[in-house]
C-alpha cells in the first residue's frame, strides 16, 4: 500500500516490523494458556 510513496527499503521495515509485533502477540497468547 505504502510502495507509491514510500521508499522500498521502508515499506520492507514496516512489514518486517509488522511480522515481529503479531509473532510477539502470538507467542503471548500462546503462552497464557
Known sequence: MYA???PEKESAG???ALALF???I???R???F
Do not use: I
Open 14 to 16: 514496516r512489514g518486517d
Open 22 to 24: 503479531g509473532f510477539f
Open 30 to 32: 500462546y503462552k497464557e
Open 4 to 6: 507509491e510513496s514510500a
Open 26 to 28: 502470538l507467542n503471548n
